[in-house]
């Protein structure tokens, strides 16, 4: 006899609000299972075993273990096709022999949220920040309307506190708390007011940000432009090394930068490249690395100044400094202190398809870059040298002074891992 699991999209949680086909489901199945609040949900019709399991692991164990049952109910908050664990279960169902698999999707908190606040959804972003990382500072930058799951650490005060310390704090946020029980609740204010409230851990959010809306630039104020090449001029220097405009530009059209990319700027000085870089890269991370004192502080600065709150300062040493850091897609190294070939190679062990880019301006360095982006693991090396000449007034007069020529190396990896 084939047995059957059908995984049930509960909604928000309250039985009302279940599709007909869910209740028959829930109704026919002798074996229900699901999170504990979804099961105390349930009202008499529901006559099958109960058993609270959430994990996926957990509920194909169950279900392996259990020779009883014939037709499983799985109840799922929510839809089953937007932040759901419905696919990975699909998937691990698999392993049930002689086993029919079936889904009904149920009311999205998303869905039943825009009801409540009388809205339409289609344009909203949406995010999960349930117990997981989210970059909701660059997600709100980006998106007029970001509608937000929220939950674990991620709780709605921590977040617009976040939005606020980012420079946000004026986004217009709602909150549905508890959403399609008795008690539902709905609070709507400024982020930096509502992130020193308290609200339900079950709780949803919508980030509105009127910047965005208008089609004000998502990067920063101070550089507006979708261009590359910030003028030296807007950022903080002190006494530390900066790449100057010129190269910069060259060097980032060819280090081809998406939004949603993890990229390291090895040995950041001011962080002129890292600040680039985070207005190319808007919802991905930059990682600064920087062993001087005075350039993380400057790496800093100007990240405030800019508004980005995706460029993260990290002080040490590459490629010790990589060490904790997520694999990244692209990389810039800038200053490489005589380890140039051992940052290539710790950068190409956490991804071996990383892009790489390389400037020098010596001649030993040169030669150094040129020998290791050829090297094993490694394709596709160019390279090129930035001549710049900047006019500058001589009495009534104009005349071109040369700056120091820079080269701009660059290659990726091959995806396999080199072994010499």
Same mark, same amino acid.
């Given at each position: 006899?084939? %047995?059957?699991?059908?995984?049930?999209?509960?909604?928000?949680?309250?039985?009302?609000?279940?599709?007909?086909?869910?209740?028959?489901?829930?109704?026919?199945?002798?074996?229900?299972?699901?999170?504990?609040?979804? =099961?105390?949900?349930?009202?008499?019709?529901?006559?099958?075993? %109960?058993?609270?399991?959430?994990?996926?692991?957990? *509920?194909?164990?169950?279900?392996?273990?259990?020779?009883? !049952?014939?037709?499983?109910?799985?109840?799922?908050?929510?839809?089953?096709?937007?932040? @759901?664990?419905?696919?990975?279960? %699909?998937?691990?169902?698999?392993?049930?022999?002689?086993?029919?698999?079936?889904?009904?999707?149920?009311?999205? @908190?998303? #869905?039943?949220?825009?009801?409540?606040?009388?809205?339409?959804?289609?344009? !909203?972003?949406?995010?999960?920040?349930?117990?997981?990382?989210?970059?909701?500072?660059?997600?709100?930058?980006?998106?007029?309307?970001?509608?937000?799951?929220?939950?674990?650490?991620?709780?709605?005060?921590?977040?617009?506190?976040?939005?606020?310390?980012?420079?946000?704090?004026?986004?217009?946020?709602?909150?549905?708390?508890?959403?399609?029980?008795?008690?539902?609740?709905?609070?709507?204010?400024?982020?930096?007011?509502?992130?020193?409230?308290?609200?339900?851990?079950?709780?949803?959010?919508?980030?509105?940000?009127?910047?965005?809306?208008?089609?004000?630039?998502?990067?920063?104020?101070?550089?507006? !432009?979708?261009?590359?090449?910030?003028?030296?001029?807007?950022?903080?220097?002190?006494?530390?090394?900066?790449?100057?405009?010129?190269?910069?530009?060259?060097?980032?059209?060819?280090?081809?930068?998406?939004?949603?990319?993890?990229?390291?700027?090895?040995?950041?000085?001011?962080?002129?490249?890292?600040?680039?870089?985070?207005?190319? @890269?808007?919802?991905?991370? #930059?990682?600064?690395?920087?062993?001087?004192?005075?350039?993380?502080?400057?790496?800093?600065?100007?990240?405030?100044?800019?508004?980005?709150?995706?460029?993260?300062?990290?002080?040490?040493?590459?490629?010790?400094?990589?060490?904790?850091?997520?694999?990244?897609?692209?990389?810039?190294?800038?200053?490489?202190?005589?380890?140039?070939?051992? *940052?290539?190679?710790?950068?190409?062990?956490?991804?071996?398809?990383?892009?790489?880019?390389?400037?020098?301006?010596?001649?030993?360095?040169?030669?150094?870059?040129?020998?290791? =982006?050829?090297?094993?693991?490694?394709?596709?090396?160019?390279?090129?040298?930035?001549?710049?000449?900047?006019?500058?007034?001589?009495? @009534?007069?104009?005349?071109? %002074?040369?700056?120091?020529? #820079?080269?701009?190396?660059?290659?990726?990896?091959?995806?396999?891992?080199?072994?010499?």
């Amino acid at each position: 006899m084939t %047995r059957s699991v059908t995984i049930v999209g509960m909604g928000p949680g309250n039985p009302d609000l279940l599709a007909v086909a869910a209740k028959r489901a829930i109704e026919e199945a002798d074996l229900i299972v699901g999170a504990q609040r979804l =099961l105390d949900g349930l009202d008499d019709s529901a006559c099958g075993r %109960r058993r609270a399991a959430t994990r996926t692991g957990d *509920i194909v164990g169950l279900l392996q273990a259990d020779a009883t !049952w014939n037709a499983c109910a799985v109840l799922m908050s929510g839809d089953v096709g937007i932040f @759901s664990g419905a696919t990975a279960l %699909r998937d691990a169902l698999s392993e049930l022999a002689d086993c029919r698999i079936r889904s009904i999707p149920g009311i999205s @908190s998303a #869905v039943y949220f825009a009801a409540a606040l009388g809205r339409p959804w289609q344009d !909203w972003k949406m995010a999960s920040a349930h117990g997981i990382a989210c970059d909701i500072e660059a997600a709100a930058r980006t998106a007029p309307q970001l509608f937000l799951v929220t939950g674990g650490q991620n709780t709605v005060d921590a977040l617009c506190k976040r939005l606020t310390d980012a420079g946000l704090g004026d986004c217009r946020v709602s909150v549905g708390e508890r959403l399609g029980y008795a008690d539902e609740n709905i609070v709507q204010g400024c982020a930096s007011a509502l992130a020193d409230a308290s609200f339900d851990p079950l709780a949803v959010m919508l980030v509105e940000n009127e910047a965005a809306a208008c089609g004000a630039p998502a990067s920063s104020e101070k550089w507006p !432009w979708a261009t590359a090449g910030v003028p030296d001029e807007l950022f903080q220097r002190g006494d530390v090394p900066m790449t100057k405009q010129d190269v910069r530009a060259v060097a980032l059209s060819r280090l081809r930068v998406s939004p949603g990319e993890v990229i390291y700027d090895i040995g950041a000085g001011t962080g002129s490249v890292s600040i680039e870089l985070g207005l190319l @890269s808007r919802t991905g991370t #930059v990682f600064a690395i920087e062993r001087n004192p005075e350039g993380l502080q400057l790496i800093r600065q100007n990240a405030a100044a800019f508004g980005l709150s995706n460029v993260v300062a990290v002080e040490g040493c590459a490629p010790e400094a990589l060490g904790g850091l997520p694999a990244a897609d692209a990389a810039f190294i800038g200053g490489s202190g005589s380890h140039l070939e051992s *940052i290539v190679k710790a950068v190409l062990a956490k991804n071996p398809h990383a892009r790489l880019c390389v400037t020098g301006v010596t001649l030993e360095t040169v030669s150094q870059a040129t020998d290791v =982006l050829q090297g094993p693991g490694l394709k596709d090396f160019q390279a090129v040298c930035v001549n710049v000449a900047r006019a500058s007034k001589a009495g @009534s007069y104009h005349l071109m %002074r040369a700056e120091n020529p #820079v080269f701009v190396m660059t290659a990726q990896g091959t995806g396999i891992e080199a072994t010499s």
